[in-house]
């Protein structure tokens, strides 16, 4: 059964630093995300992507964080000068279509430890 | 923006009992309303999914109710079994037109099913 894939499974960082989290979402889908939940809290929107650009984004996601999809099959997320704040899972997804087919599929997601 | 509220937060039944899990959202916009089950681990998977022209799903040993009126909605699953036990969120998007199906989430709701 096709699925979201992301690597690590869990990354370490020191605060300051800059991170990129990679997704491989399922291979025929056109719409991208990424969502974070941060411990004991919701799952949070981030971003999504479609047709090579952002289409909607939410209020956390601000300078501090881009996307980009550098091929056909990677979706990236990239943290500059990472908080304590920024710790947290990350959880890329994907879709076909909107209207009806909105059924999004979710990787098992990224743990992000800022220290 | 859209709010979704999750409840209870923690469900602990025995095996062969019914669990209900409970949500409200505020935007009436909203017209898909997922369910998922996120086992330790992994990334949440989608369970269920109903859209606001039906008012009542199934499939197998769990059910989904919606009350557009009320804005509220509920996941139903009957004669649990111990592997039912992770955790539950619901969400809910508005998918169409220019929306890119961006989803809210409750709170997530720990199910455990005692054998």
């Known amino acids: 059964e096709p699925e979201v894939t992301q690597t690590p499974s869990h990354q370490v960082t020191q605060m300051g630093q800059e991170v990129i989290l990679r997704c491989v979402p399922i291979s025929n889908h056109l719409y991208f995300y990424w969502y974070r939940q941060i411990l004991g809290q919701k799952v949070e929107f981030l971003v999504s992507?479609?047709?090579?650009?952002?289409?909607?984004k939410s209020e956390i996601f601000d300078d501090q964080f881009s996307v980009e999809r550098p091929d056909g099959s990677n979706f990236t997320l990239k943290i500059r000068s990472t908080k304590l704040e920024d710790s947290a899972m990350y959880f890329c997804?994907?879709?076909?279509?909107?209207?009806?087919?909105?059924?999004?599929?979710f990787g098992q997601g990224t743990r992000l430890t800022v220290v | 923006g859209e709010n979704v509220e999750q409840h209870p937060s923690t469900l602990s039944v025995q095996e062969g009992d019914s669990a209900v899990i409970k949500c409200t959202y505020s935007d009436s916009a909203s017209n898909y309303f997922p369910w998922y089950k996120q086992e330790l681990g992994k990334g949440p998977q989608l369970i269920i999914d109903?859209?606001?022209?039906?008012g009542e799903k199934k499939d197998q040993r769990i059910a989904v109710t919606l009350n557009k009126t009320a804005k509220h909605f509920s996941l139903h699953i009957t004669e649990t079994q111990p592997e039912d036990s992770a955790v539950y969120f619901c969400a809910a998007s508005w998918a169409g037109g220019t929306s890119y199906g961006k989803l809210t989430f409750g709170q997530g709701t720990i199910l455990t099913v005692h054998p």
């Open positions: 992507f479609y047709n090579n650009e952002i289409s909607e």
């Open positions: 997804a994907s879709s076909t279509s909107l209207g009806r087919n909105t059924e999004a599929f």
């Open positions: 109903i859209r606001s022209n039906v």
